[in-house]
């Protein structure tokens, strides 16, 4: 029997031939990684084992991001005990304010994340990194602090269903648009405790942030990772960003998938996802009249430059409606350059959106554009729970930064090509 | 090990975010956690829970983030085990790992109300609705699996197992 190309990473990590689905086995890890609210409770944790030190200092990676710039007392605390643990252990991968990004954006960025690489992360959307044929998955704290103090952590092999792509996407749609579909068709547990592996001759057609976007949102499916095969538009990302050698894995030509779901990229529509939950979509043509408050574009999910300019070709020479105010998140410090030298935040500030420091802050209600009772926000990021970005009666809708910039616009959850024919 | 009590009975895909919302992620404090727990789609439940009280579920128990903070805030509250149909992977990982029982069983969340009492024999896995007299079988837990839950999670076992090396 084949294996999936999570299989194969998996096998390779745990010094073994083969793995077959429902395996437990014992691996190695090549990155550890932990945030601002994760980490001091894997701090914690570690302390209990007694261990001198982590067990590899090149290997674990620590961003403070989610309740940073520091947006409270507590918050300060959090960050500061980081920050302690970061030089009293001397991790070489510590990125502070200034240097810091979105944690998920900037790992690849950085080079820290290669192809056939195995990643924790005590951070569900550690399953971002399979867009560059990494096998990558959340887990908690304690997860962490093992893997901290020993560099290994427990498996059980997972078995996949295959989305098998092709053709490509239309105007106005990206990645976020066939995540967003796809979790509608298969549900919030649609994929739990399995792979997601992405095929086809699709893929090609796949930008690599677009990758990152669908990879990342693989865990709002239930997936334990989701991963994409390395192709030349992997290579040319890789060999921009990462010093070491691709590993590339392929599955097997007779691996076994649970499911095969063929998706034909021309016939996705602008998605969104209404609350409470990301299964819960609709195509733009079915949203109805939905008056918002709010717009967020960043995140992990959607902070990329090409997110940034998606929302910037929208929003080019107009004003966002005079009851809407529009937060705009460039995910990593270099992105945020690259927006500024590409002219984006003349046209976002023009239009009156305001632009941020990446931070993770509005995504989960941390800080940064809480929502009041009542009110509604289109973002770009991940999840659309009861509260999520505050109390606990307003309402996130997700859709991808075309649809949340043309909503910027109108004032109501709106077609981008709508937008764009006036 | 064996736990009984009252039963908070919830639907589908109770999601990290309603377990603890992130805007009290700005502290690991268990206690204050736990006074959170719940508290956007139950608010009456950190009044209401005693300790050893048990939460029953549908499917997708814990979906979302990976905040250990979560089965901390459910543990600290007192409750002393989750039934569901299914839980998250993260979420799964997690409660073992801090050292919350939880138990896969969807004929006894069938079999379940809120308000019922409820008791759970671990090394059997038999569960128990005491309202109704009816009884339900789940896996038992090996013996190193209560030996963690005993220890209070993976920290304290690994803890242990290295002073007894």
Redesign the interface.
């Known amino acids: 029997m084949g294996m999936t190309m999570t299989q194969k990473i998996l096998a390779s990590h745990a010094k073994l031939e083969s793995v077959r689905a429902g395996q437990l086995i014992m691996a190695d890890l090549d990155m550890v990684l932990g945030n601002d609210?994760?980490a001091?409770?894997a701090i914690?944790?570690f302390a209990?084992?007694?261990k001198k030190t982590v067990f590899d200092k090149d290997k674990v990676a620590l961003v403070p991001d989610?309740?940073s710039p520091n947006?409270?007392i507590?918050?300060a605390q959090?960050c500061k005990a980081l920050r302690t643990f970061a030089k009293d252990h001397e991790i070489t991968n510590y990125f502070d304010v200034g240097q810091m990004g979105i944690e998920h954006a900037l790992l690849p960025e950085k080079g820290l994340v290669g192809a056939g690489d195995l990643v924790i992360?005590?951070?569900?959307h550690?399953c971002t990194y399979g867009a560059l044929g990494a096998f990558s998955t959340?887990?908690?704290?304690?997860?962490m602090?093992?893997g901290m103090a020993t560099g290994q952590a427990w498996f059980k092999v997972p078995s996949a269903i295959k989305f098998n792509l092709s053709g490509s996407f239309n105007e106005y749609v990206s990645g976020k648009d066939l995540i967003l579909h796809i979790i509608g068709m298969i549900g919030?547990?649609g994929a739990?405790?399995q792979s997601m592996e992405f095929a086809g001759e699709g893929v090609k057609n796949l930008t690599i942030d677009d990758r990152f976007t669908v990879a990342n949102m693989a865990?709002e499916a239930?997936a334990?990772n989701g991963i994409f095969p390395v192709d030349e538009i992997t290579l040319e990302y890789l060999s921009a960003h990462c010093p070491r050698k691709p590993v590339i894995y392929e599955a097997d030509a007779d691996a076994e998938y649970e499911r095969v779901i063929d998706i034909d990229l021309s016939t996705i529509k602008s998605t969104v996802s209404f609350p409470h939950?990301p299964s819960n979509t609709r195509t733009i043509d079915n949203v109805g009249e939905v008056k918002i408050d709010q717009v967020v574009i960043g995140s992990c999910t959607n902070g990329h430059i090409s997110d940034l300019r998606q929302a910037a070709a929208i929003l080019k020479g107009k004003q966002v409606a005079p009851w809407v105010r529009v937060l705009i998140f460039p995910a990593t410090q270099k992105i945020w350059k690259q927006a500024m030298g590409e002219g984006l935040f003349d046209i976002f500030v023009d239009s009156g959106c305001a632009v941020s420091t990446p931070t993770c802050g509005p995504c989960?209600?941390?800080h940064m554009g809480i929502l009041a009772e009542g009110e509604r926000s289109v973002s770009t990021t991940n999840?659309n729970?009861?509260?999520?970005m505050g109390h606990?009666k307003s309402e996130v809708y997700l859709a991808s930064p075309s649809v949340a910039a043309a909503s910027a616009v109108t004032g109501y959850i709106t077609d981008p090509a709508k937008v764009m024919e006036v | 090990m064996k736990a009984k009590g009252t039963v908070f009975r919830y639907g589908d895909?109770v999601?990290t975010?309603?377990i603890i919302?992130?805007?009290y992620?700005?502290?690991?404090n268990h206690k204050e956690l736990a006074q959170h727990c719940m508290e956007?789609?139950d608010a009456d439940f950190i009044k209401q829970v005693k300790e050893g009280d048990i939460m029953v579920a549908d499917?997708?128990f814990g979906?979302?983030?990976?905040?250990?903070?979560a089965p901390?805030a459910i543990k600290e509250s007192g409750i002393s085990c989750v039934i569901a149909k299914?839980f998250?992977?993260?979420f799964y990982?997690?409660a073992i790992?801090?050292g919350l029982p939880i138990l896969e069983c969807p004929s006894a969340v069938e079999g379940i109300k809120a308000g019922d009492v409820v008791s759970v024999d671990f090394s059997s896995g038999t569960i128990t609705n005491e309202t109704t007299g009816t009884v339900f079988k789940s896996e038992p837990f090996p013996p190193f699996m209560q030996d963690l839950i005993a220890c209070g999670?993976?920290?304290?076992y690994?803890?242990k197992k290295?002073e007894q090396a």
């Not at chain 1, 729970?385 to 999520?388: A, D, E, L, T, Y």
């Not at chain 2, 992620?25 to 690991?28: E, F, K, Y």
């Open positions: 609210i994760t001091p409770v914690n944790e209990k084992f007694g989610h309740f947006k409270d507590k918050a959090q992360g005590a951070d569900s550690t959340g887990v908690g704290s304690t997860d602090a093992c919030v547990d739990l405790y865990i239930g334990k939950l989960l209600g941390g999840r729970f009861v509260g999520r606990v | 895909n999601d975010d309603v919302p992130a805007r992620l700005n502290t690991s956007d789609i499917k997708n979906c979302g983030s990976s905040r250990e903070h901390i299914t998250a992977r993260i990982r997690n790992n801090i999670g993976l920290a304290g690994i803890a290295g």
